[in-house]
């Protein structure tokens, strides 16, 4: 049959292009580049076409039909899903070749672009924005322009629950934040990475903050104020930026606090100890001495010392060295360990791999002389399924060197003066008085020095009445003298 620019044939063994019989096959054709369509009542607006090049499409031209398939898509490649309504025009494609290898796009019509992509790339899924300027949106149904379930802008942030430009829970540039209204005491945003080492005064409940210089984690008030734990090459810090007190806690209770101006404080006073007997310190440095509590309402049971001079006479002051001045704790190696570096896991592996045929669906067509016009149609069918298992993989382990610390004993350099415990003790006759310690869990004796002063102020009172008695006593014999010394010179006189 022919029409106005182009022969075309249906039934068997119909002649193909430049007079090709086509053995054996059912044919619809042109021997031409023109396509082939099966139309509606217009001419013109083709329900389904086959073109030339091999390309198909489903609804390519009537306007009133609002979806079309097109096979091999003339512009992008691929399967074209396409929209045309005015409502949402759109248009779906299926692995076009596109400005890269994308396995599904979706194409904003009006623009007439890739708007977004998903690329399946080895094991990795990957959904983005292909246009610059759009978002990734994932909301309610119906709602486009307000809140988003699913929000991730340009700049690469992905937000959870955004409001506008607001995002609850957003990453960007390495940054992970979570919640408008904070993790607590309703703090703009809860945790925040912040890659440049900088410490922002936005209104955020923690920041992890990773610079050249050190890393840094802040912790943010609801007006601003924040405490951080920094740490560089030289030095580590925790600090605060407001005026306020920074307290440390053990089961939930504060022991001690730093006041605003930098004082130590205990934060129930008179309940906490420094050291103990078996715990010292080596040292206590100070630019003035220590006050002890001396307040007579602070004390009951008050008498008379009646330690004095004779208890002073009963002691014995000594020279000494200390057997241990110090301990000096090092690292030494002690022995080595097996450290985790990868832990147990379980693997689907293929234990038998699937078997395959080559099934012909349409044989090769030939011509009269035997050559090859168009090759065979064939397709791979699989015979049997591929076998897997899952499969433990043993936990990866390596040996390391395992230190502990090591404390060692340091002697006595120097002789110091003093008092042995134990004969202060003895000296007391039994007396339970503070002078002295015992600690029977470290088994330790100890000497408060500073309660001798009372002692050596009683024994100088005593030493100071008996100078008195002493000098009353020499300047009545003074008289005394001066008297007699009168009366033998009257006597010489008499004589």
Request: hydrophobic share 40%.
């Amino acid at each position: 049959m022919k029409g106005l620019s182009s022969t075309w044939a249906i039934g068997t063994n119909a002649a193909g292009p430049n007079g090709t019989v086509l053995a054996r096959y059912g044919f619809y054709g042109t021997n031409n580049d023109l396509s082939f369509m099966f139309v509606g009542p217009a001419h013109g607006n083709s329900w389904q076409r086959w073109y030339s090049n091999g390309k198909t499409s489903i609804g390519n031209v009537a306007p009133d039909v609002t979806s079309k398939l097109h096979l091999a898509d003339p512009t992008y490649g691929g399967i074209m899903l396409e929209r045309t309504s005015a409502e949402v025009p759109s248009k779906w494609l299926i692995n076009p070749g596109h400005a890269g290898s994308h396995d599904l796009a979706f194409i904003n019509a009006g623009q007439g672009i890739l708007t977004s992509v998903m690329v399946l790339a080895g094991n990795k899924v990957g959904i983005n924005e292909y246009y610059p300027t759009a978002t990734l949106q994932v909301g309610p149904s119906g709602d486009w322009t307000g809140q988003d379930a699913i929000f991730g802008n340009t700049s690469g942030r992905l937000g959870i629950g955004n409001t506008a430009s607001a995002s609850s829970m957003y990453s960007s540039s390495g940054s992970v934040v979570l919640g408008n209204t904070g993790i607590q005491y309703a703090c703009n945003v809860g945790i925040n990475r912040v890659p440049t080492g900088t410490l922002s005064t936005v209104n955020r409940g923690i920041e992890i903050a990773p610079g050249s210089g050190g890393s840094a984690i802040v912790f943010y008030s609801p007006n601003g104020g924040r405490a951080y734990i920094s740490r560089s090459d030289s030095q580590t810090t925790i600090a605060s930026s407001a005026n306020i007190p920074m307290h440390f806690a053990t089961n939930e209770a504060v022991r001690w606090s730093i006041a605003g101006n930098g004082d130590l404080l205990p934060y129930i006073d008179n309940t906490y100890p420094i050291g103990r007997a078996g715990q010292r310190i080596t040292q206590l440095f100070a630019a003035s001495a220590t006050i002890n509590t001396s307040d007579e309402r602070e004390k009951i049971d008050i008498q008379n010392l009646d330690l004095g001079l004779d208890f002073v006479n009963a002691l014995r002051p000594v020279e000494f060295k200390y057997r241990v001045r110090q301990n000096e704790v090092t690292l030494v190696e002690d022995g080595t360990e097996l450290v985790e570096v990868q832990p147990e896991r379980t693997e689907t592996r293929i234990v038998e791999e699937a078997e395959y045929e080559t099934v012909e669906i349409h044989p090769a067509l030939k011509d009269e002389e035997g050559n090859i016009i168009i090759p065979a149609v064939t397709e791979q069918r699989i015979v049997k399924e591929a076998v897997t298992a899952e499969v433990i993989i043993p936990a990866e382990y390596r040996e390391e060197i395992k230190y502990k610390e090591v404390a060692t004993p340091l002697p006595g350099v120097r002789s110091h003066a003093g008092l042995i415990a134990q004969e202060v003790q003895f000296a007391l006759s039994g007396k339970d008085i503070g002078i002295f310690t015992y600690d029977q869990e470290a088994d330790r004796y100890g000497l408060r020095y500073e309660e001798l002063v009372p002692v050596l102020i009683n024994a100088v009172q005593e030493l100071s009445a008996a100078v008195e008695a002493q000098a009353a006593k020499l300047e009545a014999q003074e008289t005394l003298l001066q008297q007699l010394i009168l009366r033998i010179e009257a006597l010489e006189i008499n004589t």
